[in-house]
Structure formats: C-alpha cells, structure tokens
C-alpha cells in the first residue's frame, strides 16, 4: 500500500497559480487512481480531479475545469496539480489521496482508501 503526502500550497493572490504535489511514499502508484479533493472552510469536503496512474487518463470537477491540471510524473512516482485563475473561493485545505480498484467513480470519496495529511492553499484579494 502507499501513503500519499502532500507538498507545496501557501499563499497565493487572486488570479495567480500554485502547483501542489503528491508523492507515493511506501509503494508506487501503479495501478491506483489518485485524486485531490479539498475542504474549503466550514464546508465539505469535494472532489477536485482525479488521474488514473496506469492510463494518465484525468476527470475534473466542473469548477476547475480550464484552471487546474493534474498529471503525473512517472519518473518520480508523483501526481501533480497546477492551478490557475485562483479565486477566494478555492482556499481550502487539499488532500491527496488513492485508490485501488474496483472504483466507485471518479469522484466518490469512497474510491479511496489512502489519503494524506494535507496542505493548506490560500487564495487573498
């Protein structure tokens, strides 16, 4: 099994970019599907994008679509998140997690079994 972990997050402005990372410590992705979901404060958790390590294959939720990107880089056993166009609205701890198969969709939290402690992103105006 793996243990995803977190990196990057901080403080951005408004409209500005910020990449976070995953990394698999304790295994390999393989054949896993790793996700980013985030908490915004007060709120639920959500799901923001998925990739299937395998296939590269990527789902977006509808409100990032067009300013965020997951990939991944096979060299470093790590799944990427670069987001763009940031807006007060996606502050929100991010979690980094993974999932072995079978899946319950894309989105559905209960199609992960290992999830990371978290970094904190902050979009000020």
């Known amino acids: 099994q793996v243990q995803p972990v977190e990196s990057g997050g901080g403080l951005v402005q408004v409209g500005g970019s910020l990449r976070v990372s995953c990394a698999a410590s304790?295994?390999?992705?393989?054949?896993?599907?790793v996700g980013w979901f985030r908490q915004p404060p007060g709120k639920e958790r959500e799901f923001v994008a998925a990739i299937l390590w395998s296939l590269g294959t990527t789902y977006y939720a509808d409100f990032v679509k067009g300013r965020f990107t997951i990939s991944r880089d096979i060299a470093l056993n790590t799944v990427i998140l670069q987001m763009g166009s940031l807006n007060p609205e996606d502050t929100a701890i991010y979690y980094c997690?993974?999932?072995?198969?079978?899946?319950?969709?894309?989105?559905?939290?209960?199609?992960?079994?290992?999830w990371g402690q978290g970094t904190q992103v902050t979009v000020s105006s």
């Open positions: 304790g295994g390999s992705f393989g054949s896993y599907m």
């Open positions: 997690t993974a999932g072995r198969p079978p899946w319950n969709g894309w989105s559905n939290a209960r199609s992960y079994d290992f």
